[in-house]
């Protein structure tokens, strides 16, 4: 049974989080954690959260039928980070042009599950 949390419409774009995400898919989540708290980039602190609301959910026994799990014994799943929708702007070029800024979005989902359920 995979606990899941998500953080849709992430203001930073997929691509800038992809490669942090692909640093903690398949490990435990203590040690995901503790590997992105050394990350300096700006999309490590948005799976850092993520991730630890998936642990909170996984935590909550009214959620997962009676069951409350440790931290030591989940593993990151699923780690999935997509596009999400672009804030579109305009902005004036040369004779009377015009450019497409795209402020592009993303949606961050953690699937986490127990080890012994794997």
């Known amino acids: 049974m995979a ?11 997929a691509r800038k989080v992809r490669p942090v995400a692909d640093l903690v ?3 435990y989540a203590d040690e995901a ?5 050394f990350q300096p980039q ?3 602190r948005m ?10 959910n996984a935590q909550d026994p009214e959620q997962n039928g009676g069951r409350s799990y440790n931290v030591e014994d ?10 999400g929708p672009m804030f579109k702007r305009i902005r004036p070029r040369a004779r009377g042009m015009a450019f497409m800024i795209k402020k592009r979005t993303s949606h961050i ?10």
Request: hydrophobic content about 45%; glycine content about 10%; charged content about 25%.
């Open 42 to 44: 700006r999309g490590a």
């Open 109 to 118: 989902s953690v699937g986490i599950s127990p080890i012994d359920e794997l």
């Open 25 to 27: 898919r398949g490990k």
């Open 47 to 56: 799976l850092e959260k993520v991730i630890l609301s998936a642990v909170g």
């Open 3 to 13: 606990m899941r949390a998500t953080h849709k419409n992430a203001r930073i774009s």
């Open 74 to 83: 989940l593993v990151l799943t699923d780690v999935r980070v997509d596009g």
């Open 33 to 37: 954690l503790n590997i992105l708290k």
